[in-house]
């Protein structure tokens, strides 16, 4: 591999963004749908959730939209992703289908783990997804075995490694930071800062709230990116995927961003204020902005409902096959699970 050239990002500690470039229409209108889509979809599964369809654990993405759409709109096919429990924005992000992992919400047979994972745990080897964990910060020492085998094999694609502000305090995530920065592994660890860890505040649970430093001890670049606007996600993604094909090892992309709904399906929410929330969704939502821009550039109003009720067909119909698809035969419970 090439020999590691740090221009893209300062050598540690965080480099603060600026505006970021615009968009074309054609990507505005692209980022629109995709988000939609997974804002769509996790209303419907709360929906489904609260009419007893779905059971198990369920968390939302619900306001986080832009940091998965953003990132994908920067790799390439061959690029691997995987994160933890929050993970069907993720999953739809890469292109996954909408009715598989709606039907693995259910249990039903059509789902992408044949009904069998539910939630947490669904994978796609032929979209390289590689899960949907529930163990906090498993998944970082995973994203980054990934990583050692790209570059084992020498190829360029980049492992996407996403964890949470409270998986961010876990030691195995500083373990993988040593190991992938001392074999420079093609690494993007992409902290979704949404500020909480089920109902902990980021403020009385870390040390240093700048996720972007946390690998200045291993010499890890990081930067803080704005996770609410779909631009400098893609902008950042950019960056930082040019700097891990570069052979300059790993990179960390902080995404200050923020959930609009509970931890998961049961949270008393008394950690924060009705009001917190309100205000991030009504200054900062990441459709929101999206639509809003479009419609300053001429785009009518007609167009994106237009984009809305397709998206919404998708939803609707994977919803419809996520109740009628049979469930799993019971001859079923011991195939395809480790005992
Ligand atoms: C090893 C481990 N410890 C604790 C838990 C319980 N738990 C589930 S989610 C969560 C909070 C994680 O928060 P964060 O990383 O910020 O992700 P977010 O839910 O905000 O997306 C905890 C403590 C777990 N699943 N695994
Ligand atoms: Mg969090």
């Not at 050239?5 to 995709?34: H, I, N």
């Not at 990132?71 to 690029?79: F, R």
């Not at 590689?130 to 085998?149: K, P």
């Not at 949404?194 to 010499?219: E, H």
Request: glycine share 12%; proline share 3%.
């Amino acid at each position: 591999m090439a020999t590691p050239k740090k221009t893209v990002a300062k050598e540690s500690g965080q480099e603060k963004a600026g505006s970021p470039p615009e968009f074309s229409r054609e990507q505005e209108l692209k980022a629109l749908r995709d988000m939609l889509l997974i804002r769509r979809f996790e209303e419907k599964a709360g929906q489904l959730y609260g009419m007893g369809a779905i059971g198990g654990f369920c968390h939302l993405y619900i306001g986080q939209e832009a940091v998965v759409v953003g990132m994908q709109m920067a790799l390439k096919q061959g690029d691997e992703v995987i994160t933890g429990y929050r993970d069907h924005g993720h999953m739809l992000a890469c292109g996954m289908e909408s009715r598989g992992v709606m039907a693995e919400l259910t249990g039903r047979r059509g789902g992408y783990s044949r009904g069998k994972g539910g939630s947490m745990h669904m994978f796609s080897k032929e979209k390289h997804f590689y899960g949907g964990h529930g163990i906090v910060g498993a998944q970082v020492s995973l994203g980054t075995g990934l990583a050692f085998a790209n570059r084992y094999r020498g190829n360029d694609n980049v492992s996407v490694t996403y964890f949470g502000d409270g998986a961010a305090n876990q030691g195995q995530v500083y373990e993988s930071f040593n190991m992938a920065e001392l074999w420079k592994l093609p690494v993007i660890y992409v902290i979704e800062n949404n500020r909480y860890a089920m109902g902990t505040s980021v403020s009385r649970a870390s040390a240093q709230q700048d996720f972007s430093k946390r690998g200045v001890s291993f010499n890890i670049p990081g930067k803080q990116v704005d996770g609410m606007d779909v631009r400098a996600v893609k902008a950042a993604a950019d960056e930082a995927t040019a700097w891990c094909r570069g052979g300059n090892g790993p990179i960390i992309l902080e995404m200050q961003t923020y959930r609009y709904r509970g931890h998961s399906m049961s949270d008393p929410a008394k950690y924060r204020t009705r009001e917190e929330v309100e205000k991030v969704r009504h200054d900062q939502d990441p459709i929101e902005q999206v639509r809003n821009r479009l419609l300053a550039d001429g785009v009518s109003e007609q167009d994106l409902k237009a984009i809305d009720a397709e998206v919404r067909e998708i939803v609707n119909e994977a919803a419809d096959f996520a109740q009628h698809d049979p469930e799993p035969d019971a001859a079923e419970l011991y195939t395809d699970i480790y005992r």
